[in-house]
């Protein structure tokens, strides 16, 4: 299952979620200014396709139900 279809899922479920860390030579402007390419970062480029964020209002339950309940799709 990519990132993005755990986001789907467990938004289907009202979970908030959310993308805040992009890996750098993914940015338009570093790719632009500098010429950076995500190939030259490949482990930046790893973190920054699998990484989420959930919100900060689940309990501990709340997030062991969702993502068992998004990973048994």
């Known amino acids: 299952m ?10 289907e479920q009202n ?6 860390y992009r890996a ?3 940015l338009k402007v ?3 200014q500098f010429g950076w390419r995500a190939d030259e970062w ?8 699998r990484t989420m964020s ?3 209002k689940l309990t501990d339950e709340d997030v062991v139900t969702a993502v068992r309940a998004t990973i048994g799709r």
């Open 54 to 56: 959930l919100s900060a």
């Open 30 to 32: 570093y790719r632009e």
């Open 15 to 20: 979970i908030g979620t959310g993308v805040h």
């Open 42 to 49: 490949p482990n930046a480029k790893y973190i920054g396709d």
């Open 2 to 11: 990519s990132r993005d279809q755990a986001l789907v899922a467990l938004q």
């Open 24 to 26: 750098t030579p993914d």
